[in-house]
């Protein structure tokens, strides 16, 4: 079955060392987001990707780096710099210009211990 | 960026009770998406509307385009304890940005058995 997958479910850091959460897609997306989560405040965009080599920021973009180096893999890399990255981050994709077709994942759970 | 207000924030009731929630933006939007996120997952399409007045049904979740294309609207009839969780609501910020979504902060919904 087609999907997109997050992996590791629950990751967590210790403060200073950068992080690198894995989102795959095999449903033929040419998008792809990543979003973060904390209670009570919604889903907030952190970067996306509408083409294999081309990414844009988000909202909230910085202390975060990604790469698109294929279709199907769009890894987020939380880094030192994030000063508060404890969340939920979500990763989604959707065939280009097709709102209504976005497909999350099941999420990642990072905790800074 | 355009923001999506969304009330009530919460909500505690009995199963079989109806739920009523709400999405406002202060610009407009030419689609309205909601999401519903189970506990720990990420969310799932409910249902799309596409055009100011348009009311559609999915189920037991009904959710209606607001004429002045401001608002959006979501109605659970005769809830049960699997209707718990966040919905949201969504939408392309502006014009021409249709595959990327802002996102309402959502409402948490509890059912009581």
């Known amino acids: 079955d087609g999907g997109i997958t997050q992996s590791p479910k629950y990751l967590f850091r210790k403060e200073g060392q950068n992080v690198t959460l894995s989102c795959e897609q095999n449903l033929n997306h040419d998008a792809m987001y990543w979003y973060r989560q904390d209670p009570g405040q919604g889903l907030r965009l952190i970067y996306y990707s509408q083409i294999v080599n081309d990414f844009q920021k988000g909202d909230i973009a910085e202390g975060y780096s990604v790469s698109r180096e294929k279709k199907e893999s769009f890894p987020l890399t939380v880094t030192s710099a994030q000063k508060n990255p404890t969340a939920f981050y979500l990763c989604?994709?959707?065939?280009?210009?097709?709102?209504?077709?976005?497909?999350f994942g099941s999420g990642t759970r990072l905790t800074v211990v | 960026g355009q923001q999506l207000n969304q009330s009530p924030q919460s909500m505690f009731i009995q199963e079989g009770e109806d739920v009523s929630m709400n999405c406002t933006s202060s610009?407009?939007?030419?689609?309205w998406l909601w999401y519903k996120q189970d506990p720990g997952e990420g969310p799932v399409l409910l249902i799309a509307l596409y055009k100011a007045g348009e009311l559609t049904s999915n189920g037991r979740l009904t959710a209606q385009f607001g004429i002045t294309r401001k608002d959006s609207f979501l109605n659970i009839s005769a809830s049960i304890p699997s209707d718990v969780g966040i919905y949201f609501c969504a939408g392309p910020p502006s014009r021409g940005s249709n595959y990327k979504l802002t996102f309402g902060k959502g409402t948490l919904l509890t059912v009581n058995p």
């Open positions: 989604a994709s959707t065939p280009r210009g097709r709102i209504y077709g976005y497909t």
């Open positions: 610009s407009i939007f030419n689609t």
